[in-house]
Each structure stands twice: as structure tokens, then as C-alpha cells.
């Protein structure tokens, strides 16, 4: 969407990165036209280090995630799922697991439909 777009939209946007080693949440807002960076969140959750040789994520490894995942939806409390973006990257991709965790984290972050 267009940062000039008159149509209705949330000011503030928030994006994660479910990293192998860290989860990041950027949390902006326009202002005069322009994307202003209000937050940053930075947690070492060591996804990778939880993906065994039958590429499954451990369970200690699901839990640090997800409670990581608890921190950063603190802070998007009142966020509409629309105006949040979350990517997983390498680890969750090769995951066999990957929906177990997906699943769960539904239950403690609002995911983007």
C-alpha cells in the first residue's frame, strides 16, 4: 500500500523475524510520509539449535520460541493482525514440525491472515 494512500490503514505497522537464532520485531508508524521506526525488539531463541538430524524441532526449542513470541505480543497488544507481518526463515522451513509450532504460536501472537 502506498504511503500517500488516503484510504484507511493502521499507523502503526510491527514485522517479525522468526530467525534460526534470534526472533526481531520492528515496530513503525508513518509520520509526514515517512516510515519512523518506534521499536525494536532483539531475543537469541536458538531454533536451529533445536532441529535435530530428522529435521524436528525440539521441544525446548518450540518453548523458547513461543515464549519469546509471548514478549513481543505484550508489546503488540491493540495491533490488528492486518498491520503485522511475520516471516519464518530458514529453520522453519525445514522443519518438519514447523505447523506444531505455527499452530501454537497462533495461540500467543496474532498472525497475519
Same mark, same amino acid.
Given at each position: 500500500?502506498?504511503?500517500?494512500?488516503?484510504? !484507511?490503514?493502521?499507523?502503526?505497522?510491527?514485522?517479525?523475524?522468526?530467525?534460526?537464532? *534470534?526472533?526481531?520485531?520492528?515496530?513503525?508508524?508513518?509520520?509526514?510520509?515517512?516510515?519512523?521506526?518506534?521499536?525494536?525488539?532483539?531475543?537469541?531463541?536458538?531454533?536451529?539449535?533445536?532441529?535435530? !538430524?530428522?529435521?524436528?524441532?525440539?521441544?525446548?526449542?518450540?518453548?523458547?520460541?513461543?515464549?519469546?513470541?509471548?514478549?513481543?505480543?505484550?508489546?503488540?497488544?491493540?495491533?490488528? !493482525?492486518? *498491520?503485522?507481518?511475520?516471516?519464518?526463515?530458514?529453520?522453519?522451513?525445514?522443519?518438519?514440525?514447523?505447523?506444531?509450532?505455527?499452530?501454537?504460536?497462533?495461540?500467543?501472537?496474532?498472525? !497475519?491472515?
Amino acid at each position: 500500500m502506498p504511503i500517500h494512500d488516503k484510504s !484507511p490503514r493502521p499507523q502503526e505497522f510491527a514485522a517479525v523475524d522468526l530467525g534460526s537464532n *534470534s526472533f526481531h520485531m520492528v515496530i513503525a508508524r508513518v509520520v509526514d510520509g515517512a516510515m519512523q521506526i518506534i521499536g525494536r525488539l532483539k531475543q537469541r531463541v536458538h531454533l536451529a539449535d533445536g532441529l535435530g !538430524p530428522d529435521n524436528m524441532l525440539s521441544e525446548e526449542a518450540m518453548t523458547r520460541g513461543l515464549n519469546c513470541l509471548s514478549l513481543f505480543a505484550e508489546r503488540l497488544q491493540g495491533f490488528s !493482525p492486518a *498491520s503485522v507481518c511475520i516471516v519464518g526463515t530458514h529453520t522453519l522451513r525445514q522443519a518438519l514440525n514447523a505447523t506444531d509450532f505455527l499452530k501454537r504460536a497462533e495461540k500467543v501472537i496474532p498472525l !497475519p491472515d
